[in-house]
């Protein structure tokens, strides 16, 4: 295995890496530069190795990997605990010593589904370094038990990666440091490793991602779309990434039993807050004051006082009533 991993410089004009969050940049270049990943791309690792080493919080984290699931760049079982980084082989120099080690890491993980489409999506790679997919799919180990092992060659390949160098097929890059070159005899180590930016390169189909307690997360994203719309009506700047953490806080809140109306009411009181109004710009800062607003509940008597369905959406009246003095 290799115990470095080059980036090239183009991947931060990158279209695909430009429109990942800050988190999603991080995990991606993690995912593919880390000392646990295989020369294949496929390898077993958790959430909470990703957080320990990248220093994200294991719910950023989760984020993250769904975008870049959904980006098509990786793919993640988490009841496996193993990831695949779909364009991980395609951008690096392999040898016959290379496939070999390929070969190697796809039998210690058996016919997973995600080996299953690795073989078909680099068929053309395998064979020409002639390997045959099915063979190699027939003796895969059996570690799960619902893939099929045949595999039927796919129409869509992958393009032609080699350049003008010492291959015999003449591609349609110039010289590119990652061509795929069968008569290398170098030592097998992969050497650059970058993000796809060729447009032409066939989409994979990403698997459904495993997302647990579904209805927790939507009462989250409803919390926190509710919070963004007040900073809206007050013209509050909201950065593009916004939503991550704000998401991954409302649903951290939510799980630890507060319901969402409460999360709502408290949003209203600490936006017309003297104090609190001017700090609130995320989840975040709601988590910070959600104490106060619980102690001043507990203190008063009846419903909540700025309900989010009432008719006063921002709860300004019935605020003004109770701590206005007028």
Same mark, same amino acid.
């Given at each position: 295995?290799?115990?470095?991993?080059?980036?090239?410089?183009?991947?931060?004009?990158?279209?695909?890496?430009?429109?990942?969050?800050?988190?999603?940049?991080?995990?991606?270049?993690?995912?593919?530069?880390?000392?646990?990943?295989?020369?294949?791309?496929?390898?077993?690792?958790?959430?909470?190795?990703?957080?320990?080493?990248?220093?994200?919080?294991?719910?950023?984290?989760?984020?993250?990997?769904?975008?870049?699931?959904?980006?098509?760049?990786?793919?993640?079982?988490?009841?496996?605990?193993?990831?695949?980084?779909?364009?991980?082989?395609?951008?690096? %120099?392999?040898?016959?010593?290379?496939?070999? =080690?390929?070969?190697?890491? #796809?039998?210690?993980? !058996?016919?997973?589904?995600?080996? $299953?489409?690795?073989?078909?999506?680099?068929?053309?790679?395998?064979?020409?370094?002639?390997?045959?997919?099915?063979?190699?799919?027939?003796?895969?180990?059996?570690?799960?038990?619902?893939?099929?092992?045949?595999?039927?060659?796919?129409?869509?390949?992958?393009?032609?990666?080699?350049?003008?160098?010492?291959?015999?097929?003449?591609?349609?890059?110039?010289?590119?440091?990652?061509?795929?070159?069968?008569?290398?005899?170098?030592?097998?180590?992969?050497?650059?490793?970058?993000?796809?930016?060729?447009?032409?390169?066939?989409?994979?189909?990403?698997?459904?991602?495993?997302?647990?307690?579904?209805?927790?997360?939507?009462?989250?994203?409803?919390?926190?779309?509710?919070?963004?719309?007040?900073?809206?009506?007050?013209?509050?700047?909201?950065? %593009?990434?916004?939503?991550?953490?704000?998401? =991954?806080?409302?649903?951290? #809140?939510?799980?630890? !039993?507060?319901?969402?109306?409460? $999360?709502?009411?408290?949003?209203?009181?600490?936006?017309?807050?003297?104090?609190?109004?001017?700090?609130?710009?995320?989840?975040?800062?709601?988590?910070?004051?959600?104490?106060?607003?619980?102690?001043?509940?507990?203190?008063?008597?009846?419903?909540?006082?700025?309900?989010?369905?009432?008719?006063?959406?921002?709860?300004?009246?019935?605020?003004?009533?109770?701590?206005?003095?007028?």
């Amino acid at each position: 295995m290799a115990t470095y991993r080059q980036i090239h410089t183009k991947i931060w004009s990158s279209p695909d890496f430009q429109e990942l969050s800050s988190d999603a940049k991080l995990v991606f270049i993690y995912t593919f530069s880390n000392q646990h990943r295989t020369e294949s791309g496929i390898y077993k690792i958790t959430v909470k190795t990703i957080s320990n080493e990248t220093d994200i919080s294991p719910e950023d984290v989760k984020i993250a990997v769904d975008e870049l699931c959904s980006k098509n760049l990786i793919r993640f079982d988490y009841d496996n605990n193993l990831i695949w980084v779909i364009n991980a082989l395609k951008y690096q %120099k392999v040898n016959p010593n290379g496939m070999k =080690a390929v070969i190697k890491d #796809l039998n210690t993980i !058996g016919n997973h589904e995600y080996v $299953l489409s690795f073989l078909e999506y680099y068929a053309e790679v395998f064979s020409s370094f002639g390997h045959d997919i099915n063979d190699i799919s027939e003796h895969l180990p059996n570690t799960y038990p619902t893939p099929s092992k045949h595999i039927t060659k796919t129409s869509k390949h992958l393009p032609n990666t080699r350049g003008k160098g010492k291959g015999n097929s003449k591609g349609n890059d110039k010289g590119n440091n990652n061509d795929i070159d069968p008569s290398d005899k170098s030592d097998g180590e992969a050497t650059t490793t970058e993000i796809p930016v060729d447009e032409s390169t066939p989409k994979v189909k990403p698997l459904p991602v495993q997302r647990p307690n579904d209805a927790k997360r939507e009462e989250a994203k409803e919390v926190a779309n509710f919070l963004k719309d007040q900073l809206k009506r007050r013209n509050i700047y909201i950065p %593009k990434d916004w939503h991550l953490k704000s998401y =991954a806080c409302a649903e951290k #809140l939510i799980n630890s !039993g507060v319901d969402p109306p409460t $999360l709502k009411n408290c949003i209203l009181w600490a936006l017309n807050d003297q104090y609190w109004g001017p700090q609130i710009d995320s989840m975040m800062a709601i988590e910070r004051c959600l104490p106060k607003y619980q102690l001043q509940e507990a203190k008063a008597s009846g419903p909540g006082r700025y309900a989010a369905d009432s008719d006063d959406p921002l709860g300004i009246g019935e605020y003004m009533k109770k701590f206005g003095g007028g």
